[in-house]
């Protein structure tokens, strides 16, 4: 249900990405040992460090069966172009 990509420049990334009408979204920003939920195991930053890299880096890409053929096109067109 989700199509998830990683990327050192994400926030700049999702920002082009939005300026060509392409939706994205960020699942997960803070890492799971980091979250409220956990608070009382005693975690800090630097616990889990793979795991605050991935939360850094991770963008949610549009997928589902709503899209048609050309959106997918848009999408790949516009990363490549966004990237490069």
Known sequence: HQFVIRVENRDEL???LKDRGVPTMIHYP???HLSLAYRDMG???GDFPLAE???ETFLSLPIGPHMAFEDTETVITS???SLS
Do not use: R
């Open 14 to 16: 999702q920002a082009k």
């Open 30 to 32: 803070v890492p799971p």
């Open 43 to 45: 975690y800090h930053p």
């Open 53 to 55: 890299q991935w939360a």
């Open 79 to 81: 990363i490549m172009e």
